[in-house]
């Protein structure tokens, strides 16, 4: 039986393993280039041999794919660099700065050769290219291959050559170059007599190594772009708040995302992340307008939907047409969808929902002759909703899902939609597609969805509707068939029904899918965050859920079970062996330094059998530094349970507790409700205190009291972890503390900055407190010893002060003393540069003492 049963699961392991290879290599991939959009020692590179050379007797080939990154503002540098026994140099280089058909040309030593060839700009931008270097040792030749273009130089090639082979920048002794174009490639590989030796297929996800397929052959990559996961990752572009309620639209040919705000125009373009904010005369939002760009007239259109009228802003003139729209009695049409017609020139308005009914109502705006007309639909197809998706497609639009009632009326029977349905402007009439299985967990949608009907497919971003702290995620589905999948990884998002919006676009000129969140703060604010996704979008693994629409995937839930059973029973055999955790165990902010160009792992633990490394417990705790975490008595996070108020209420409590006696009614007036009377400050403070109790009920030892006049946090801290308070007894009396002391320090520091996600003005006093005492705590140690006796231990601690202040020259000089002392010359020499060059970026002037003054001070 137990045979049987590992044969089953090596088989099963083979399958799964190759069915995802293949789903793998069917994705984008490939590593790109950091170039001159960052500073010199921030540029990607690729060693191929990091360790030594690679070496040929025989006649050998260099081949790999290279595709340019668009929109970069400079074309220039090294494609491949190879060094022949540290002697001779053969190259690829691309010089944008040539006028003839020659772009890309060969180097031998220090003289351009006779080889130069050009990749036209649609296939160098759009496309992979293949480019072969053919080294025949017997004839002394170098046959360079692109495409159907082939190219032959004469070159002297030593009989047993060993090479460095190198992509982009890179640091190699005279070699040494930082000029590299904004490309990326994938697919290097190396043939010796017609055999493939290496090869490195460049489809990591994360870290530093360039895997090679066969053993001991990784690379090393410095600052690496890894292509997987620019199409897996949504990446961060901007957050920035606008004054009061704010709405957002694309021009989706350019990239160009516009925020309109009630004072202020901002666009944002996707492809070199600039930023224009344009003032303009007051311009009225009211709760359920939209604004809608329209290529055609370069026009953005801010559509008073309850009061059928409509503003224009011209981008060129840069005004308003109108701006004196008042709001009548609303009617709402919170969240309704919207879409422009090209086939009549006109915008349609499908649905919303306002005063407790969800509408199916279908409202049309001709910008040509600026009107409005309205009508309910001829069938009962559409449904009554708002949170669902609409996309245009020929002849009309598709619209998916959302949530409502089939009589319209929030107290009858609201739900979910998960129909696809098809509007066609001609007839004014809905078609129904299909409808999806209902999921586990119930969502809905951002407003727009992106349309692909050469590919029959849709993208749309989902959400739960019921939760604050929610998160949105891109999925893709057919046009025809019931069925979809979840695809890149997730955004945060706050959600409150009429205080925030999401919508999807697609940037045509990046080939990147937009997702912005607007969420409406206490403060009248509204917090702006733009996402990108370059296209085609990695899918995430499949559930089992997921995996069960499919009729292929039984095998994979088969194999699943199989192999989780054999997994127990292989557990079971084997001895227990007993762990001692020494790693934090909640999520941390990752951080790194840099030596020599290297991205290292941030030093935090400290090997030694007679230093302990505390555990820090994952049950009844608060965590201040990193990101705000509260955990109940089951280990259960509760952060999610606050609104933004309520967690700046929690923490100016709590901070105000710790360190002094509490904090009076009215400070707190000052500091969260400034904008109201004495007497709307008091109401609000007493429903938020409210609030606040019950949360920190779960908490069971901590609660909020007001002794004294003050408003306090009273903790039972031998109940409660509180990582601020374990903070505070280390560093509160100024002692110089042991190197236990700087352990625990360096544990408690390493989650991350104190309150890293948040920003408050009040805040900012705590911060720069914190700050200046843990980097005192640590010269204090670093003064109380002799960097002999520990260098290692040494350089760990200048880390630790690096962290908090970046250009500390005790930190430095203690840094550079124990790496000379352990003979780590280049490491100490990079780092005084790296210090050198810091300090000039932030002080505007050069450091005055040299390597030499460092050591011997």
């Not at 009396?733 to 104190?754: M, Y």
């Not at 920003?759 to 914190?770: M, Q, R, T, V």
Request: glycine residues 6%.
């Amino acid at each position: 039986m137990c045979k049987c049963l590992k044969v089953v699961v090596i088989l099963l392991a083979f399958q799964f393993g190759y069915g995802m290879i293949n789903l793998c290599l069917a994705q984008s991939y490939g590593l790109g280039f950091e170039s001159f959009e960052s500073v010199q020692d921030k540029r990607t590179g690729l060693n191929l041999s990091p360790d030594g050379t690679l070496c040929f007797d025989k006649n050998f080939e260099l081949s790999f794919e290279v595709s340019f990154l668009k929109h970069k503002k400079n074309y220039f540098g090294y494609i491949v660099r190879l060094i022949e026994n540290d002697q001779k140099n053969i190259d690829i280089l691309y010089d944008n700065s040539s006028l003839n058909k020659d772009r890309f040309k060969v180097v031998i030593g220090d003289k351009f050769s006779k080889i130069a060839f050009d990749i036209s700009e649609n296939a160098l931008y759009q496309h992979w290219n293949k480019i072969r270097l053919v080294f025949d040792k017997g004839t002394g030749t170098l046959t360079v291959f692109s495409g159907t273009q082939q190219f032959r130089q004469a070159v002297a090639l030593e009989k047993n050559g060993c090479f460095k082979i190198l992509f982009g920048a890179n640091k190699y002794k005279n070699f040494n170059t930082t000029d590299v174009p904004p490309m990326k490639i994938r697919n290097v590989a190396i043939s010796e007599n017609g055999a493939e030796k290496y090869r490195w297929n460049l489809d990591e996800m994360a870290g530093v190594k360039a895997i090679g397929t066969t053993k001991n052959t990784d690379g090393l990559v410095t600052n690496p772009l890894w292509i997987k996961k620019m199409h897996h990752e949504w990446q961060p572009l901007q957050t920035f708040l606008v004054q009061g309620p704010a709405r957002v639209t694309c021009d989706q040919s350019t990239g160009i995302v516009y925020v309109v705000g009630t004072d202020t125009l901002t666009s944002y373009r996707i492809s070199n992340n600039l930023t224009k904010h344009i003032p303009h005369e007051s311009q009225p939002l009211f709760m359920d307008n939209q604004v809608f760009y329209e290529k055609s007239k370069n026009r953005i259109y801010n559509l008073f939907i309850n009061e059928k009228q409509v503003a224009s802003f011209d981008t060129i003139g840069r005004k308003w047409d109108k701006n004196n729209v008042k709001a009548e009695l609303k009617t709402h049409y919170l969240h309704a969808n919207k879409f422009y017609s090209e086939t009549d020139s006109t915008i349609y308005i499908l649905g919303g929902y306002g005063h407790l009914e969800y509408k199916n109502i279908i409202q049309k705006y001709k910008p040509a002759t600026g009107q409005w007309s309205q009508a309910s639909p001829q069938d009962s197809v559409f449904s009554p909703r708002y949170l669902a998706a609409a996309g245009e497609a020929t002849g009309g639009a598709y619209m998916m899902g959302g949530y409502g009632s089939i009589t319209g009326r929030q107290i009858l029977n609201p739900r979910n939609w998960y129909d696809l349905i098809y509007f066609n402007t001609k007839t004014g009439t809905f078609k129904k597609i299909y409808e999806l299985k209902a999921p586990q967990e119930d969502f809905v949608f951002a407003n727009s969805m992106i349309v692909r009907e050469k590919e029959n497919a849709y993208y749309a971003l989902i959400f739960p509707k019921d939760k604050f702290n929610s998160e949105l995620q891109l999925i893709t589905g057919s046009l025809s068939k019931p069925e979809y999948k979840a695809v890149g990884s997730k955004i945060p998002f706050e959600f409150i029904d009429t205080e925030s919006f999401a919508d999807l676009f697609f940037d045509e000129s990046t080939d990147r899918f937009v997702a912005v969140t607007l969420f409406r703060t206490d403060k009248n604010q509204t917090k702006v965050s733009i996402y990108s996704l370059f296209s085609p979008p990695l899918a995430t693994v499949p559930t089992i859920a997921q995996a069960s629409a499919k009729s292929g995937n039984m095998f994979w839930i088969i194999g699943a079970a199989v192999a989780a059973v054999a997994g127990i029973y292989f557990y079971k055999r084997r001895k227990p062996v007993e762990t001692v955790q020494t790693t934090l165990p909640v999520p941390v902010e990752k951080h790194s330094n840099t030596e020599a160009g290297l991205a290292t792992v941030p030093v935090i633990d400290i090997p030694e059998k007679s230093i302990e490394t505390k555990v820090l417990p994952l049950h009844s705790s608060i965590m201040l530094f990193g990101n705000l975490q509260l955990f109940d008595d089951e280990g259960t996070e509760i952060t999610r349970l606050f609104t933004p108020l309520l967690k700046e209420l929690f923490l100016v409590i709590l901070l105000h507790s710790v360190r002094r006696e509490g904090i009076s009614s009215e400070r707190l007036k000052e500091l969260l409700w400034s904008d109201k009377s004495s007497e709307s400050a008091r109401n609000n403070r007493a429903v938020n205190i409210a609030k606040l109790k019950g949360i920190l009920d779960k908490l069971k030892w901590c609660h909020v009291s007001k002794e004294s006049g003050y408003w306090r946090v009273n903790i039972d801290y031998e109940q409660i972890h509180v990582d601020y308070a374990e903070y505070l007894k280390l560093v509160s009396d100024k002692r110089v503390l042991s190197k236990q002391d700087i352990v625990d320090l360096s544990q408690i520091s390493k989650r991350g900055t104190f309150l890293a996600d948040l920003e408050y003005e009040w805040l900012d006093s705590f911060k720069s407190e914190i700050s200046n005492e843990i980097v005192d705590a640590y010269l204090r140690y670093a003064t109380s010893v002799k960097i002999t006796d520990d260098p290692e231990f040494m350089i760990k601690v200048a880390n630790y002060i690096f962290y908090f202040d970046p250009v500390n020259e005790e930190a430095m000089t203690i840094k550079c003393k124990a790496l000379a002392l352990l003979g780590k010359h280049s490491l100490a020499k990079t780092t005084f540069e790296n210090f050198a060059r810091e300090y000039s970026r932030i002080y505007g002037e050069e450091f005055q003492k040299d390597m030499p003054e460092v050591l011997h001070s």
